[in-house]
């Protein structure tokens, strides 16, 4: 085994329980009405799994890769309806084309570094390829999205493999690591170190008892909001601050599940309602930020050989959306904040260091402007 495949199993798997650090949540950030899921994550909706890849190596090397199943099976024998909403077409969403004019997800949603979509694709097509049942299979459209770590890693070095990005499909589970892990080992976010970051919000039985689960990989800036109040402001660490100051570009990559029965119209609907949870974190979505939202349910599975010329199924009708958008929203604003408050201080790329979010500060600006909860 070489020292990078050594390393990179070596960091790959970091479960929530085995992290010390406290979530958004545990000092009283709570945005939103709605209450969390068990895991407060995008696992919480059924059957959903994370995995994650992390590669740290030398003084250069801070990337990786993130997985999202959704669900046990065959996905491309059992597809899961799908829909994609665009803020900024800055970056790339490789198969979202299809995804947009067939209203279903046929592979694991890959998310990694600007330069190694390609290698996403690679490991999606064999992956999918070699399952058992799709030996006739002669097309796959792999779903694979970015954002670019290049100020913190390496990035032109490509140091992701095929080989990465299998395994993290495989070590895919329910527990997911946050901050500086997969795909967010070497983001940055409002000028601090980002991060994956997840969060769910489960509605009432009276409305259905959905869960709407969210992840995020963080890369992106603007001035730093926490509950309404304007934290990257009073630390004076925000965009426009100097007028020389470059724009905040880096993306950010929404990845939403449900359990709702909604149709790839509705799917479109939600995963726009995302934006607004990133708007609330501050963002104002530069030109450089592309950001991807990607919403997928777990019911209502498509089979890729039906048997028969019309499907049948129930979904939600328009006016049961609203509560469904609301989840959404809160879910997506406190994903955002775990990734902050997951993420560690990381020195990298030619010597960059990109200070964590200094969690204590931020607290205690919130307790001042009474916008902390108990959880």
């Not at 100051?245 to 479109?268: F, Q, W, Y």
């Not at 530069?286 to 048997?307: C, D, H, I, K, W």
């Not at 560690?344 to 204590?360: H, I, N, Q, S």
Request: charged share 20%; hydrophobic share 40%.
């Amino acid at each position: 085994m070489t020292r990078r495949r050594a390393l990179a199993t070596l960091t790959a798997v970091a479960p929530m329980q085995a992290q010390a650090k406290r979530r958004a949540r545990d000092f009283g950030i709570c945005p939103g009405v709605l209450s969390p899921g068990k895991r407060n994550a995008i696992t919480d909706v059924e059957g959903v799994r994370v995995g994650h890849v992390t590669l740290i190596q030398g003084d250069s090397v801070r990337t990786g890769v993130t997985a999202i199943l959704p669900h046990d099976g065959n996905l491309f024998q059992q597809k899961a309806p799908a829909g994609i909403c665009v803020g900024n077409a800055f970056g790339k969403l490789a198969g979202s084309t299809q995804v947009e004019e067939l209203g279903n997800l046929e592979t694991p949603i890959i998310l990694t570094n600007t330069l190694s979509v390609a290698e996403g694709i690679a490991a999606v097509v064999e992956y999918t390829l070699s399952q058992p049942g799709n030996e006739q299979v002669l097309s796959v459209n792999a779903v694979v999205g970015e954002t670019n770590d290049g100020r913190l890693n390496d990035i032109r070095g490509r140091h992701v493999t095929k080989e990465h990005v299998r395994q993290a499909i495989a070590q895919a589970s329910r527990e997911v690591a946050e901050g500086n892990q997969g795909a967010g080992t070497g983001t940055i976010c409002f000028g601090f170190k980002g991060g994956i970051g997840t969060a769910s919000r489960r509605l009432p039985a009276s409305l259905g008892g959905y869960t709407v689960g969210v992840l995020v990989q963080t890369n992106y800036g603007g001035i730093l909001q926490v509950e309404g109040v304007p934290v990257g402001r009073l630390l004076g660490r925000y965009y426009l601050k100097e007028f020389a100051e470059p724009a905040p570009g880096g993306s950010c990559m929404v990845v939403i599940a449900t359990d709702a029965p909604l149709d790839a119209r509705n799917l479109k609907r939600l995963a726009g309602r995302s934006l607004l949870g990133l708007a609330a974190t501050g963002s104002s979505a530069s030109n450089g930020s592309g950001e991807y939202a990607l919403a997928f349910s777990t019911r209502n599975l498509v089979p890729m050989n039906p048997g028969r010329q019309t499907l049948t199924g129930e979904y939600l009708t328009n006016d049961a959306m609203s509560p469904l958008f609301q989840a959404v929203k809160e879910a997506t604003e406190e994903a955002v904040y775990n990734s902050l408050f997951l993420a560690e201080t990381m020195t990298g790329y030619r010597g960059l260091r990109v200070e964590a979010l200094p969690k204590e500060k931020v607290v205690e600006l919130l307790r001042r402007a009474g916008a902390l909860r108990p959880r």
